[in-house]
């Protein structure tokens, strides 16, 4: 990729995993239910440092239809798309795959718990989660709480069998 060219690897990231997300949750219905959210999160983050709550806009993908606040009413949803996420460094609390899941876990607001969707060139789409999903197989747990799955066997779940397995954590 050249130089700048991380911004745009970004943006389509995110535009493919809110279609991903919209098919879900609609079972297969829409397509249109997330977009990418202003200034990625930014507008929270902003007015958190104002010392302001903000309603919404948290994370990378919000709900642009009434359908998708199914998800994002007790998700916040953070998407990272990276040449290297240096798992095996994470298992020490270093690399950038911790401090990003340590940052989206503090930004969080409480009530919603985080999700961190994850590319790494030449890899599948992972999933990360701040509990278990009973049934599926979970490729890693880390100290931190970080829960790593597939993204598509996530996306294979009934969107409301995934919820009761929130509902437990």
């Known amino acids: 990729m050249k130089a700048g060219g991380g911004k ?23 397509d249109d239910l997330f977009w990418r959210s202003a200034m990625s999160g930014g507008r929270a983050t902003i007015r958190r ?10 994370g990378d993908i919000t709900a642009v239809t009434p359908e998708g606040n199914k998800l994002t009413d007790y998700f916040v949803i ?9 798992f095996d ?13 340590d940052k ?15 590319k790494e060139n030449c890899r599948p ?3 990360g989660l701040s509990f278990n999903c009973p049934g599926l197989v979970c490729l890693a ?16 779940l009934d969107f409301s069998t995934f919820t009761t397995f929130m509902d437990g954590a």
């Open 8 to 30: 745009a690897k970004g943006g389509e990231f995110e535009r493919q995993i809110c279609k991903k997300l919209s098919l879900w949750v609609s079972n297969n219905l829409q």
């Open 141 to 156: 747990v880390y100290w931190s709480n970080l829960h790593l799955y597939n993204l598509e066997h996530i996306l294979l």
């Open 104 to 118: 989206l876990k503090n930004e969080t607001p409480k009530g919603k718990k985080p999700i961190l969707i994850l």
């Open 89 to 101: 460094s994470h298992l020490y609390n270093k690399g950038p795959l911790a401090g990003i899941w």
């Open 49 to 58: 440092k104002k010392g302001k709550e903000t309603a919404s806009g948290h």
């Open 78 to 86: 953070e998407c990272k798309s990276y040449k290297s996420l240096g």
């Open 125 to 127: 789409i992972l999933i």
